[in-house]
């Protein structure tokens, strides 16, 4: 059995200091093996911001694997085009495509961020021959793991004109062929679970979708700042949404997904 901590959506310029030392103190009792931050560490990608980013995930457990988000890429045009990520690149990872193998589970991390767009986010064809390389090469007794901040979901009471992610068919189709089992989200500050299959009708085998709260905002409802813990197992996913009650984080709800011939199927929706 493996342990993954889900965070995302920090937001540094706008935090809460109290669910800070809060979400600090719940990783480090749960010990995990992998700590997951699906990006947006920033609210306008500002040196401060990031410098408050980096003091933080400093103090997280490791290992660690980071992707960024679309609020990662400076404002000014200029930055967006010529260094989209530089900032990004200095202050928490150079690498935006980062992996993490067990053999237990494997970890693949895709940057989603595209600097002419301000929220939506996508894959270049390039970037998904790449992803594909990697994915098949991972053990294939080990779960595969996708982690980007873009979800291929909208969860429910996001508005329609939100797109989740651009080339999403595109994109599982080449997920799907590599055998991956599980995609991590954040971007839409919403905990929402489900299966691809449900939603994608050019899916053929089920792919657990499991996008994560803001883990630190002082300005979203309680039920919505929080993060997940993901247990893993051969054949068995657990995901816990644990959200913040305004003094600690508690357990909200958990779904669990067993694997079939078809892929993973929900055993308690």
């Not at 993490?100 to 693949?108: A, G, R, S, Y």
């Amino acid at each position: 059995m493996r342990v993954i901590a889900h965070i995302s959506d920090f937001h540094f310029g706008k935090t809460n200091r109290r669910t800070e030392t809060a979400l600090l103190k719940d990783l480090r009792d749960l010990k995990p093996d992998l700590t997951v931050i699906s990006g947006d560490l920033t609210r306008r990608a500002l040196l401060r911001q990031f410098k408050r980013a980096r003091e933080f995930i400093d103090r997280l457990p490791r290992p660690k694997l980071i992707v960024p988000g679309n609020h990662d890429v400076p404002v000014s045009l200029s930055h967006r085009l010529l260094a989209p990520l530089a900032r990004y690149r200095y202050y928490i990872n150079r690498q935006v495509s980062p992996i993490h193998k067990t053999p237990d589970f494997c970890v693949l991390g895709l940057n989603t961020t595209r600097s002419v767009a301000i929220e939506a986010g996508g894959f270049s064809r390039r970037q998904l021959k790449r992803a594909e390389k990697i994915l098949s090469s991972f053990p294939k007794k080990a779960l595969k793991i996708v982690v980007q901040h873009h979800p291929f979901i909208r969860p429910p009471g996001i508005s329609r004109y939100r797109f989740p992610i651009i080339g999403a068919e595109t994109a599982l189709q080449t997920f799907e062929r590599c055998g991956v089992d599980l995609i991590l989200a954040g971007h839409f500050h919403r905990p929402h679970i489900t299966d691809v299959k449900a939603w994608y009708p050019v899916a053929k085998r089920t792919m657990v979708h499991a996008q994560v709260g803001a883990a630190l905002s002082k300005y979203l409802r309680h039920d919505l700042v929080g993060y997940n813990v993901l247990t893993l197992q051969k054949n068995r996913i657990s995901i816990t949404v644990r959200s913040w009650n305004g003094r600690s984080f508690r357990e909200r709800r958990a779904m669990i997904f067993v694997k079939s011939p078809q892929g993973w199927k929900i055993l308690n929706p």
